[in-house]
């Protein structure tokens, strides 16, 4: 009963390399998810993906880029890393847009 | 744009009593969601319970449940009969029920919960 898998766990990076954030779900759900969770603030969108061959930018988009790979798959890229990107991700799905949505455990990412 | 305002950025309750926790938010919209997530030191993100706008009925979950006034815009959480586990982040949420544009949540701030023993 795996739900919402997100690797890694936690990443250190330098500023500038890049990186990506996998996610994957085992729940048959249309929708997926990109947030990051700041001290202090609540969980911003950074990206979603209604259904599979879509994806659209959220409240926080600049700096990432997405992937939906197929229907279990979404996953998040840092091009070049700035310490601003420092933070919790979340990725999480939904069978539909009007249903709770499901999340992973989260990625801790520092950007020395 | 939506807003999800939580006032209280800290609550304190004993065990075994019950405490409200508050949450307002703007919209124009008629169509939509609300939720209260609960984040515990694990990190989790894990759903407490849920309200569609259009049910005049409070949602309850067990010892979970929500006053909804749609009129006033607002959506607060009553946890009932308090236990150290209920200690935790919480989260109130808001979807649009329209299915396009933004399709995700928006998050308030966050509510601390401590449970006194």
């Known amino acids: 009963n795996a739900g919402v898998t997100q690797t890694p766990k936690f990443q250190v990076l330098k500023t500038g390399q890049s990186m990506t954030l996998q996610c994957a779900q085992d729940m048959n759900h249309n929708s997926m998810y990109w947030y990051r969770q700041d001290p202090g603030m609540g969980l911003r969108l950074i990206y979603y993906s209604a259904s599979e061959g879509t994806t659209d930018k959220g409240e926080v988009p600049n700096g990432y880029n997405v992937s939906r790979l197929n229907k279990r798959e979404f996953s998040l890229r840092l091009e070049s890393a700035a310490p601003s990107q420092t933070s919790v991700y979340f990725c999480a799905s939904s069978v539909q847009y009007n249903q709770p949505q499901h999340f992973g455990d989260g990625t801790r990412l520092s950007i020395l | 744009a939506q807003t999800v305002t939580q006032s209280q950025p800290e609550m304190s309750v004993q065990e075994a009593e019950t405490v409200t926790l508050s949450c307002t938010y703007d919209?124009?919209?008629?169509?939509?969601?609300l939720f209260w997530y609960k984040q515990p030191p694990s990190r989790q993100m894990i759903l407490v319970i849920r309200q569609e706008a259009y049910k005049q009925q409070n949602a309850t979950e067990n010892r979970f449940s929500v006053n909804f006034q749609k009129a006033a815009k607002s959506f607060s959480l009553k946890i009932s009969d308090s236990q150290l586990g209920d200690a935790a982040m919480y989260f109130c949420?808001?979807?649009?029920?329209?299915?396009?544009?933004?399709?995700?949540?928006?998050f308030g701030k966050g509510t601390h919960l401590i449970i006194q023993p």
């Open positions: 949420a808001y979807r649009s029920g329209s299915g396009g544009g933004a399709d995700g949540l928006t």
């Open positions: 919209t124009s919209e008629s169509d939509y969601y």
